[in-house]
């Protein structure tokens, strides 16, 4: 029996008449708003060449790593998914995989997957039926044949999900191409990059060595000496801000920032250019570097963003065999407090400077994040991130973070995706549980109704724009 | 002024008539379930001798730590609850231990203790009257004139407890004759065993070097070499396996696992052999000995639960004078990224090996467990377990599991007791928190009924007998 | 357009009408009872001398933390708020700085520090407009003119604030003359004294050896020995006795505690009189000190309190240009099993001693110290604290501990704040939250109301008597 999907107008809001009523009032202020997406992984070849999607699989189901980590939690191998080396038997028909994925949906009841996905299939696909084994078949050949159409190419889509601008992320070894295509082509919308230099800070990503040589080249400066490196980081960045840059972002294991004395970092940098370094050299100059970056941030203006504490690639098979970003990156406890310590006692008080900190341990939202964001005018706390960018993840946020930090000093919404079709889907999670939680508080009467609406607006939009420079 | 008992149809629903409605019916359809109690303490004669309980003391207060640990704490001695050595002063009077008990009942209040406790006094004797210093003495009587009764012998409340299978524990140095006597018995009841050899792989358990030497008697293999050692326990399993035994139990002090080449496990087990080993190469033989479990695992089919995070004996004083299980373990921060690293890099990816793994640090839930569940094939996450094993405890776990490991990579309840007239009350805890939860989710529209309450019985039945192959 | 203060009468409370009449009823039987402060930092002058205070600013603005650490994370600097030494260009008029703080009251939305201004406001100085720019001239004014009226004294305000005691917080270098002076006044107020040690007990506190000769001299004793030095506190907890302390409070960086042999300490406190020793030896001292502290509270009978947890001035600039409590102190991870070891195995058991322990690491409360203070007959546990002291908070602490602890292992409520006038908003909240807390139980019937009647009571009033002997 199939049953029509469920998305009601209500989703998400309290089933008291009470909250509900706020709720629906503070939503309807604020659904409209165009989408401000300040940090995400779209690709930007997408809008620079405006091609048509392929098919269903290819688009939905393979670059999720939110939804292949599921199937393959329960069983579904890799090759049965898509994934794999030519020489293995892997499944080559995209239709076989979406019948898969079908035949499983019902594992992602309950988790925030689902529901993007649900959106999708209504808002972008039309869909009505909730998918399952019966109807997947029709569903991969609608969803397909869709995407051949002129009004589901990517900047028709982009246009139609009402974004106001977004950003993507690459890094210094990025021709950006693509980026300079985009405005080339006098297209109106609004798609800019953001600088993220893992891979030429961190002495133990794959390839440094050859990263900086080649960062070298790119950049036409001489990286011998460390004062060479840092300008040849200052020359990228300046590049990044051309085609539209308002922000850095930084991925290292730990929140952990060093300031060392000029001397201990030449010492440092040559160390690790000699390629004979311990890991604790590589810690330190990474934590070193988010220092440097601060630096360069408050001279270029660019807005700097954390993102520590995964542990990557936990499961070794799966990397050797698979690669990166299929699923086993897993959150580790992560510490702020004496980490930022030494990047915030250089710059926490000059409010000229903005770092954006986000975690995936939510024990330290009550605990050191608004603690620290509710007293540095430098520094704002990043919503809930990736494995809480969910219901209840969003209003553990809040409820953690509010009463130390205020709404003022968290910057809205990220949705942090390379799924484009899932970002109105998870913008509006978003708006729904920050009316959800503004509600609550009007109930019980933390504020009044009209304190609830700006603030809404807030969230939504000024925030996220004020605090990305956008 | 003496109260009824409250133990209201609709207790741990909302308030909210929505929602609570919701719940209603999904209890409904579950509430009668058969139990099935895959992991618990339940002790094996009770079942193979079939004699009457004692009396109302030695049943349900003086076994249970949940209880006496309360007490305790609030100044009440353990020679007054009737422990001690018999030198020492300490009450015999069964019915005055009770009198003590039902004076401080109202320490309870709040607890899931009290919660268990008014059950059975409920529906197991059939008590109306809230316990109080009153009735206490009406209350001993009527409970211990009832065990004396046919029909509240083990087998019979068994038989009315519609317990489908229980799993009890054992050691590999128990002879596991009451479980024998049970099988020879002829009664239709199951009451399997589960094999947990913390005494004979845990180098710092008392009497460790003993242990071994019993096993080796016991299992008739000679355990000088590793090889030898290993051979003993794939015996001891085997033993288990054939009394109906489906799992491994390992209460270890962390998740830490090892994965050692051959060479140094034959070191390190020649090491602890001398008996002159240092905490850190103890810690180490744990941790590889869990590697060696799932290796049996794999090969003898017996799913692996692993339970850490727990400091023994906390209390110097009580240990000394009372012994273990007095209420003096307390948890302590556990860690599963780093630790289960090389067991789940070993097994992880194979779904024939199945790892259970339970926490006491709920940290742990969104930020480790969720993930490594949401990712691994061969993992799943053990319920709410001990301390939080209580309505606000499964809520969340519900609320920090579900969006990321989704229902799917969850097992069900465990009761993990031994206090055998609570478990119907703890199973119908369990049942109505997670119709509340999922009540809550259809509520606002995140799950239709449908799928609620489809859920619901995996989560009462389908998923327990699947993840414990019963 | 200026709005109506939002002090609604249900405030906090469920907005699911059954809860919501639950709570009415619990918290009308609860509001009037008298205030019961046992730890606090108000200043002991102020009830001596019974001075007028001066004005809005000084008196609610400036000696604020919560206050002025959110208007300074939006990059309001402190001299703008009137901090800093003379030679720099701080406000000086108290009026501008009034109307900045209203500019920015929008900041507080949400927090509880807009929670208990309001109710200042409304029920201190009778305001009903909400503050807000155009308001703020007006505001000052008023608050400004009341303070110079003989009912806005300190005793005036104690009396009307309906307190039934109030302790303060001392070290012993302190000569106690404010409280020796309204001992003697005769008036009936209640103003008890409270023994913080830290200055003479931690070797790395601010001029620790110039505080221990100041110590020797105020003793009248010896302190070359240990047993001299030990001699010298126990003078000074007399004297506090003297003054109607009842306990002693210790904020330590960790819970560390260490039960060192005779030869041990001995030779340890030497070190430290030496003036060289290493960082583990401070820490081992203060670990040892608080063991020496239970020992004097088992013979004075002084309730003893730890406060750890806590990075004091994170924020170096901060701390060199305006000192001590402005906001830059920031929660750390804390850890109680392993460290409250050493003192609870020597007094643990021992239930005339009585140790209350508070934390800002949440995560502690289910994991370790609901079940610590579950177990332990010596062990309470203190309520939420300063950043948890707020309604989301106190809901996550009643959550996380009842369950384990129950409700008989707390202590009820500490309003820990130098901020006189905001002392009856916040044990309005803490009794309001309570009752909402319990209305919920009742709701879902885990509770029935005439024991969440009681409850209610002894939370606010029975438990705190009695934990802190008053």
């Not at 913008?427 to 609406?453: G, I, N, W, Y």
Request: some cysteine; hydrophobic content about 35%; charged content about 25%.
């Amino acid at each position: 029996m199939i049953e029509p999907i469920n998305l009601h107008a209500d989703r998400f809001f309290s089933s008291d008449i009470i909250q509900r009523d706020i709720a629906r009032k503070l939503y309807n202020k604020i659904k409209d708003f165009p989408i401000v997406s300040p940090h995400g992984h779209t690709d930007p070849k997408w809008f620079a060449e405006n091609e048509c999607f392929s098919n269903a699989t290819e688009l939905l189901i393979q670059p999720d790593h939110y939804l292949v980590r599921m199937l393959y939690s329960q069983g579904i191998s890799m090759s049965a998914l898509g994934f794999g080396k030519d020489c293995e038997e892997k499944e080559l028909d995209h239709k076989k995989i979406w019948q898969i994925f079908a035949d499983n949906y019902f594992l992602f009841l309950g988790t925030p997957t689902r529901t993007w996905l649900d959106y999708v299939f209504v808002n972008v696909f039309n869909m009505s039926e909730m998918l399952c084994a019966e109807n997947a078949g029709n569903y991969y050949d609608t969803i397909t044949a869709c995407l051949q159409q002129p009004e589901f190419k990517p900047r028709a889509l982009f246009e139609r999900f009402n974004i106001e601008v977004i950003a993507t992320t690459e890094s210094p070894l990025d021709d950006l191409k693509y980026h300079q295509k985009i405005v080339d082509s006098g297209w109106s919308g609004k798609v800019i990059t953001a600088f993220r230099p893992d891979n030429v800070v961190d002495p133990e990503f794959e390839g440094f060595e050859e990263n900086l040589q080649r960062l070298s080249v790119i950049t036409k400066t001489n990286i011998d000496t460390f004062e060479g490196y840092l300008k040849s980081l200052q020359v990228s960045r300046e590049k990044f801000k051309a085609l539209g840059a308002t922000s850095t972002d930084h991925g290292h294991p730990t929140a952990r920032t060093l300031d060392l004395s000029n001397d201990e970092k030449t010492a440092l940098y040559l160390q690790i250019r000699s390629q004979k370094f311990t890991s604790q050299q590589a810690d330190d100059f990474r934590a070193q570097m988010l220092t440097e970056m601060a630096t360069m941030s408050l001279e270029d203006g660019l807005v700097m963003q954390i993102h520590p504490g995964v542990y990557r690639n936990h499961n070794d098979f799966l990397f050797a065999h698979y690669g990166r970003d299929k699923g086993a990156d897993i959150p580790v406890q992560s510490e702020y407090v004496a980490n930022l310590h030494a990047l915030l006692n250089k710059y926490g008080n000059d409010s000229r400077f903005e770092l954006i900190v986000f975690t995936l341990d939510e024990t330290s939202y009550s605990r050191e994040l608004a603690p620290l964001a509710g007293h540095y005018p430098a520094l704002k706390l990043g919503p809930a991130w990736w494995f809480n960018d969910s219901p209840e993840g969003m209003r553990r946020y809040r409820q953690q973070v509010t009463e130390t930090a205020g709404f003022y000093n968290t910057v809205g919404f990220n949705d942090d995706t390379r799924a484009f079709l899932s970002i109105p889907a998870r913008h509006d999670v978003a708006r729904r549980m920050d009316c959800a939680f503004l509600a609550e508080m009007v109930s019980d009467h933390r504020l009044t109704e009209s304190q609830a609406e700006k603030i809404a607006v807030d969230l939504t939009y000024t925030l996220v724009k004020k605090a990305y420079h956008l």
